[in-house]
């Protein structure tokens, strides 16, 4: 057992109140004072006036309107009892009960035993009459049955089975027959036409473009062979020699005429070349 005393642990507050303040400087103390002194001046007026209210709103709800609300509803109690619930309770006790009770007896010894009763007496005369209503609709319905039957459904049995079955079937063949009459004849004229048409190509062929042709390979051909080299060839050479003997007769009758205006008027006077200290060769200009 530790018999030593230990030192104790400084505590929260303790510990605070040691550790060394911030420094602050004159300028923010001389600050504060008066900002904490204008806020006092500005708020004291607001709590005191606001105590002032707390304590006369707790003396008026506690000595005034708390006894005056209690009076008031105590009074409007006493308004709701007498004026609703005391009628209410007579008008239930005296006059719905009872009225409640009679009625209830009414359904119980009256309603009742009538409604079984006249249950009793009406449940033959419901199915007698339900029996009645539905023989009378089988017999109608029966009588309509025949009815249609007779002058609807055997004469249009009969009218179909004796006169339009026959008529369709004739049609029926007629058409089919005729269809496949169309059809063969159909076949029949194409291949006819493709005869035909072979026949009118062979003989346009052998009278027309066999004849053609054999004129133009044998007679049109040849001569235009010759055409070509004994006429059209040398009348183009004449053509070309023509045109290049204009040309030189051109360019002879050009230089005879410079000739001519030559002696006549002497040369030309060619204009003197200015001299622009340029370079006559393909040297270009320096600086230098």
């Keep these: 057992m530790d018999i030593q005393k230990r030192p104790e642990r400084p505590t929260q507050s303790q510990q605070t109140r040691a550790q060394p303040q911030p420094s602050e400087g004159c300028l923010v103390v001389a600050i504060r004072i008066p ?119 055997l004469p249009a049995l009969a009218l179909w089975r004796w006169i339009l079955a026959p008529v369709a079937r004739v049609l029926a063949v007629v058409l089919r027959e005729t269809g496949e009459a169309f059809g063969h004849a159909w076949r029949a004229a194409g291949y006819l036409a493709r005869a035909v048409g072979r026949v009118l190509g062979t003989l346009f062929r052998w009278i027309f473009l066999e004849p053609a042709r054999w004129v133009y390979r044998t007679v049109l051909t040849p001569v235009g062979h010759v055409v070509r080299d004994l006429v059209l060839r040398p009348a183009a050479q004449a053509a070309r020699a023509i045109g290049r003997a204009a040309r030189a007769i051109g360019r002879t009758v050009r230089q005879a005429r410079a000739d001519l205006r030559r002696a006549l008027f002497g040369a030309p006077a060619r204009p003197a070349s200015a001299d622009r200290r340029e370079p006559v060769g393909r040297d270009t200009r320096t600086l230098d």
């Design 35 to 153: 900002v904490r002194i204008v806020v006092f001046l500005v708020v004291l007026p607001v709590r005191l006036l606001w105590d002032a209210l707390a304590a006369v709103a707790r003396f008026l709800w506690q000595y005034v309107l708390a006894p005056a609300g209690r009076v008031i509803g105590h009074a409007v109690g006493v308004l709701l009892h007498a004026l609703l619930v005391v009628p209410l309770t007579w008008l239930h006790r005296h006059l719905l009960t009872p009225l409640g009770r009679a009625l209830r007896w009414l359904h119980a010894r009256v309603l009742t035993p009538i409604g079984h009763a006249l249950v009793r007496l009406l449940t033959p005369v419901v199915a007698a009459v339900v029996k009645a209503v539905a023989w009378v609709a089988g017999v109608l319905a029966v009588g309509l049955y025949w009815t249609a039957r007779v002058l609807l459904v």
